[in-house]
């Protein structure tokens, strides 16, 4: 096993290294370690043998990945002009109710395993849950840094399982700094879910190898993916060459219109990502500005025009919409960023991006629950009742004409 940098080609050994040491280009893993898996394991240390972690005593695992692949046909069905299939695949169903268990299960287990004595996170709420629940489990000590105007829901999370949580003013990029100087200070792993740790990212290919399982080997033609720095779809796209028999789907990579630094770019055809200003959206799982580290966009939007797939951004509200159609036609509770891609959907349909008779993927990120506040924002048919006789006033016509 090595790391290859995906830049300059440089290799380095299988270490805690968070760049490349020539270039500072990301890098990534190369080879498998072969790990034999007993048949009983569950979720993703099932495909463990794909992974890079060779001691499996290392390994910390909650009984992440594996998630279900629903038919969305009703959804499908609200979304005009649509005749194709859709699919959410629901990475609520994760321990902590986002897919960035994949990649700290992952991450931990190498830190564990190269005798790392404690883990640090830059996040924007849910990588920082997953570390702190993980790092608990893994009896290591845990140091969160997220920006201030972090949703509470997340927050209390992070606290719930012990971790020191630092909340920093200011947008995620200033939180990505904080933690890379923790992290060196104090001789730390760092697992913040960028493109900084190469171990935590190489688990997100397993997500490619579960959706050819899932669909049986017959590919999507677009996977819609909620795009911070672009891991997530990095692990599309590996996944689908490594193990789709050579089908990629078009990977499209899907940002709030209040912080798509990455759809700039693709819009204007640039090749270089440039950092986005001030970030301002609801959904605060992609709202990444890039500061300092904008070549990680510029690696993602190479990755989405390889396939021939689009950057596209939606407005906070196309995300509300989107949000309750997942919630009230497929029973899926999301956060914001969680359905963006449903709301993104709709609108290349709308533009005639994706053909009306596409098989489409979508990743449902995060869980409704992370972000409760969000939700009580939102239009509900709730009400107070006192006694029946006031039950029956309001449903009364509902009622009778059952
Ligand atoms: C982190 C996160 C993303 C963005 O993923 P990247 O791989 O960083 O681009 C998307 N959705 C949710 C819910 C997240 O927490
Ligand atoms: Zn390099």
Redesign the pocket.
Do not use: R
């Given at each position: 096993m090595e790391l290859r940098c995906v830049e300059c080609g440089r290799l380095h050994p299988p270490a805690l290294l968070y760049a490349c040491e020539a270039c500072g280009g990301i890098l990534e893993v190369m080879g498998e370690s072969g790990l034999a898996v007993p048949a009983s394991v569950r979720g993703m240390w099932r495909h463990g043998a794909h992974l890079g972690i060779t001691d499996a005593s290392a390994i910390v695992s909650l009984e992440e990945g594996d998630t279900p692949l629903h038919v969305a046909s009703r959804a499908a069905a609200a979304i005009p002009g649509f005749r194709g299939m859709l699919w959410v695949k629901d990475e609520t169903r994760n321990p902590t109710g986002?897919?960035?268990d994949r990649l700290v299960s992952a991450a931990i287990s190498k830190a564990r395993e190269l005798g790392a004595k404690g883990v640090v996170c830059a996040s924007?709420?849910?990588?920082g849950a997953s570390v702190a629940a993980y790092a608990a489990r893994a009896g290591m000590p845990a140091i969160i840094v997220v920006p201030a105007h972090t949703p509470d829901g997340k927050m209390t999370q992070i606290a719930a399982y012990g971790a020191r949580l630092l909340k920093m003013p200011g947008h995620y990029s200033r939180s990505y700094d904080l933690a890379m100087a923790l992290a060196r200070r104090n001789g730390f792993a760092n697992l913040t879910?960028?493109f900084l740790n190469p171990w935590a990212v190489d688990a997100?290919k397993l997500v490619g190898l579960e959706l050819m399982q899932q669909l049986e080997g017959q590919a999507p033609t677009h996977v819609l993916?909620?795009?911070?720095?672009?891991?997530?779809?990095k692990g599309v796209v590996q996944g689908f060459a490594e193990f789709g028999g050579g089908a990629v789907p078009r990977a499209v990579a899907v940002q709030a219109a209040g912080c798509a630094p990455i759809v700039r770019a693709f819009e204007q055809g640039a090749g270089e990502v440039e950092a986005w200003d001030a970030p301002n959206t609801i959904a605060s799982?992609?709202s990444?500005p890039l500061i300092g580290y904008a070549g990680d966009g510029t690696y993602?939007l190479r990755l989405v025009r390889q396939t021939g797939g689009v950057a596209v951004a939606v407005e906070d509200e196309e995300i509300r919409a989107a949000m309750r159609l997942l919630a009230q036609q497929e029973g899926l509770y999301a956060?914001p960023?969680?359905a963006s891609p449903i709301a993104a959907l709709a609108k290349l349909l709308a533009e005639g991006a994706i053909p009306p008779d596409a098989r489409v993927v979508c990743l449902m990120?995060?869980h409704g629950f992370k972000d409760a506040a969000l939700w009580r924002s939102m239009p509900a048919d709730a009400h107070e009742v006192a006694d029946l006789a006031a039950a029956e006033a309001l449903l009364g016509a509902t009622v009778s004409g059952a």
């Open positions: 986002s897919f960035k924007s709420g849910n990588a879910t960028t997100l993916v909620p795009t911070g720095s672009g891991p997530l779809v799982g992609i990444d993602t956060e960023t969680g990120t995060g």
